[in-house]
């Protein structure tokens, strides 16, 4: 199902990165839709302006339906194959959020080359701070971000603000070893552990002993 979403997607001008992962922040806190009603055609699949199709589960009267129960990490990947563009509307809303400073300027392909973008500041704040206030623990996103065919100063900030890593690629292999990596670094953070064995007295079969054995295990590239 997931698969068939995806390939329903279109393709439409511009790159809004900071705009699109504040869409993501948006899912994740469960707040109300915002760009995802906006989201249009690029190609002949579609009507130029025709809005394209999404997952309406994803929400419900208009609000994200957060996908935080009690994981205490959300994960993103953010990939793109060029500088931001038309990526300023969410700025200021970025700016409102508690604690978030103004914001740097980065080469864009906007007229002028520089252009203000809030994503590393949003990709800090959404690593620092509880997104389900409402669910047990506190919530937060990592961020991952792949530069294909580009080198950016905008997205290595961004996965370091946002406690992930920063990737490139020049290659359809070396963007599938940046995915891969990624999704290594993310399995890496979370230790799975399994049920506590507790020490039986050898002496005694009804007695047990002080201590209490986990067996742990961290996934690695190979």
């Not at 129960?69 to 990939?79: G, N, R, S």
């Not at 400073?101 to 980065?106: F, G, H, N, S």
Request: glycine share 8%; with cysteine.
């Amino acid at each position: 199902n997931l698969i068939n979403l995806v390939g329903d997607m279109d393709h439409a001008g511009s790159t809004p990165m900071c705009e699109s992962v504040y869409e993501a922040y948006n899912y994740i806190a469960g707040r109300p839709v915002e760009y995802g009603n906006s989201a249009q055609s690029g190609s002949d699949v579609y009507g130029a302006w025709d809005v394209l199709p999404k997952d309406s589960l994803a929400e419900t009267n208009g609000t994200y339906i957060s996908p935080n129960t009690e994981c205490a990490y959300t994960y993103i990947i953010l990939m793109t194959d060029g500088l931001p563009q038309r990526d300023t509307d969410a700025n200021q809303q970025i700016k409102d959020l508690p604690g978030v400073d103004d914001c740097d300027v980065y080469d864009s392909a906007d007229s002028g080359g520089l252009t203000e973008n809030c994503l590393p500041q949003l990709t800090e704040y959404m690593a620092n701070n509880d997104l389900a206030p409402n669910t047990d623990g506190d919530q937060y996103a990592i961020t991952y971000t792949i530069g294909f065919a580009t080198d950016q100063t905008l997205l290595k900030d961004a996965a370091e603000k946002g406690k992930g890593k920063y990737y490139t690629a020049d290659s359809a292999q070396q963007l599938t070893a940046s995915f891969q990596g990624a999704i290594v670094g993310i399995l890496s953070q979370a230790t799975t552990f399994t049920s506590p064995a507790v020490a039986v007295d050898t002496f005694t079969r009804t007695q047990s002993r002080d201590e209490v054995f986990y067996a742990m295990f961290k996934p690695g590239s190979t």
